[in-house]
């Protein structure tokens, strides 16, 4: 366990590190950095600061021994190795926003979006080409899931049902 000290922040970055650490709308990784640095700075051992904020002593000490070395960068995530994602934000958002928009108002000739539809609507007008798993696993993560198919069985028990049933039918959307 080696020891490591704080060296001594600059004014700008003593409030920085200050507000970020008692911030309730940044991310959280960045709050529980920054509450590090802050609590070294106040004078607690890497220890009491591991056990604070529930971390370990190697990882206090890294922390620390980061923002040393980098400043206020050290509170930000490093990119991180791995495959780029496929499909861009922009590319993202359009999904979403195709899905919760009425393909009538787009020019569609159905009341109703499914995986089917909404892939082709995406690769034919928007140049988006995405499998239809793909798309499902977008919508979902956004908190977004399909309705089922409804079902009809025996007589009807609402005398306007074909009218009804002829403004379009009551298949597949999306609902949050």
């Known amino acids: 366990m080696a020891l490591v000290c704080l060296r001594d922040l600059t004014p700008a970055e003593c409030a920085a590190v200050q507000k970020l650490a008692h911030s309730r709308t940044a991310r959280a990784y960045r709050v529980q950095r920054a509450q590090i640095i802050w609590r070294a700075r106040c004078g607690e051992s890497a220890s009491a600061i591991a056990a604070r904020v529930g971390l370990d002593g190697e990882t ?76 499902d696993e977008i919508l979902l993560h956004e908190g977004l899931r399909w309705r089922k198919h409804e079902t009809w069985f025996g007589e009807r028990v609402d005398p306007a049902f074909a009218e009804k049933r002829s403004h379009g039918p009551v298949t597949a959307g999306l609902v949050r």
Do not use: C
């Open 60 to 135: 206090v000490r890294k922390r620390i021994r980061r923002f040393n070395a980098e400043g206020l960068e050290a509170l930000k995530d490093r990119p991180r190795s791995g495959r780029r994602p496929t499909y861009s934000p922009e590319q993202t958002a359009t999904v979403i926003a195709s899905a919760l928009s009425k393909p009538q108002t787009l020019g569609l000739p159905f009341a109703a979006w499914t995986l089917d539809r909404l892939a082709a609507y995406l690769h034919e007008h928007k140049g988006i080409a995405m499998q239809r798993s793909r798309i």
